[in-house]
T-cell receptor, first 116, second 115 residues
Framework: ETGVTQSPTHLIKTRGQQVTLRCSSQ?????VSWYQQALGQGPQFIFQ???????GRGNFPPRFSGLQFPNYSSELNVNALELDDSALYLC???????????????FGAGSRLTVL | DQQVKQNSPSLSVQEGRISILNCDYT??????FLWYKKYPAEGPTFLIS?????DKNEDGRFTVFLNKSAKHLSLHIVPSQPGDSAVYFC??????????????FGTGTLLAVQP
């Protein structure tokens, strides 16, 4: 089975620009989540998509938006980039409902965004 | 408000000895706790989980203990191997209803296993 793949791996943007990050979910998974990991911190939940709709959101402003496509791939869009948006952006997929009960996410390697 | 805390930023252990990584939480509504391991330039990889109704779960060299009264959990690795050197994240989840699968992570502990 293929894992979660993300692109691009690294990118540099300037303040005020817009960025789109892409993710392909693990085969058989039907939900996709995005997390932001700042330096020295743990991943923070941005939002989750299920059946192509956002069904959960963390404490992030509306300029963070996303899409989930029928093939369960996903995009994270960030508008009006700020310096503090510099971070590793992790995509994760999972199967809901889970047979084990635990919410086990499979993560990609992430996209490292630097905002100058 | 940090609901999941890992107070030790780093831990160094000799190969073959036990590694104990600790995690504290504040929200008594969490129903599952998970440990993830992260190598540089890779995404977090799931290690082991425990339900809030259990106090211990074991998988090979990895054992997680949960003390609900103290709101504390720990991950034991025995014996530790150099390949275990990584950042370990504690995470917690709660059933928000429906398909929302949000994990709340701690800040991580860097484990270094010395040969």
């Amino acid at each position: 089975e293929t894992g979660v793949t993300q692109s691009p791996t690294h990118l540099i943007k300037t303040r005020g620009q817009q960025v789109t990050l892409r993710c392909s979910s693990q085969s058989g998974h039907n939900t996709v989540s995005w997390y932001q990991q700042a330096l020295g911190q743990g991943p923070q939940f941005i939002f989750q998509y299920y059946r192509e709709e956002e069904n959960g959101r963390g404490n992030f402003p509306p300029r963070f938006s996303g899409l989930q496509f029928p093939n369960y791939s996903s995009e994270l869009n960030v508008n009006a980039l700020e310096l503090d948006d510099s971070a590793l952006y992790l995509c994760a997929s999972s199967l809901w409902p889970s047979s084990s009960g635990a919410n086990v996410l499979t993560f990609g390697a992430g996209s490292r965004l630097t905002v100058l | 408000d940090q609901q999941v805390k890992q107070n030790s930023p780093s831990l160094s252990v000799q190969e073959g000895r036990i590694s104990i990584l600790n995690c504290d939480y504040t929200n008594s509504m969490f129903d599952y706790f998970l440990w993830y391991k992260k190598y540089p330039a890779e995404g977090p990889t799931f290690l082991i989980s425990i339900s809030s109704i259990k106090d211990k779960n074991e998988d090979g060299r990895f054992t997680v203990f949960l003390n609900k009264s103290a709101k504390h959990l720990s991950l034991h690795i025995v014996p530790s191997q150099p390949g275990d050197s990584a950042v370990y994240f504690c995470a917690a989840s709660t059933n928000y209803g429906g398909a929302t699968n949000k994990l709340i992570f701690g800040t991580g502990t860097l484990l270094a296993v010395q040969p």
